[in-house]
């Protein structure tokens, strides 16, 4: 993907934040998503198609650093 932003640009270092597969119900897309704790998913647009309301954790684990 070429739309890759750096989190450390828009938020605190500190910032309580988690990484989690999700995926768009609308369109299918997956991705990485690292986002800030306690975060509504019902509020999150989709980066490929930009419908909201449709983002899903997909649980799949992810290693930790």
Do not use: F
Request: aromatic content about 8%; glycine content about 8%; overall charge negative.
């Amino acid at each position: 993907m070429n739309n890759v932003v750096n989190i450390k640009d828009y938020k605190e270092e500190n910032t309580p934040h988690e990484v989690a597969e999700v995926i768009c119900l609308h369109c299918m897309n997956r991705w990485i998503s690292v986002h800030e704790q306690g975060e509504w998913l019902v509020n999150w647009e989709c980066p490929k198609c930009g419908k909201a309301g449709g983002i899903i954790y997909t649980g799949q684990p992810l290693p930790e650093e």
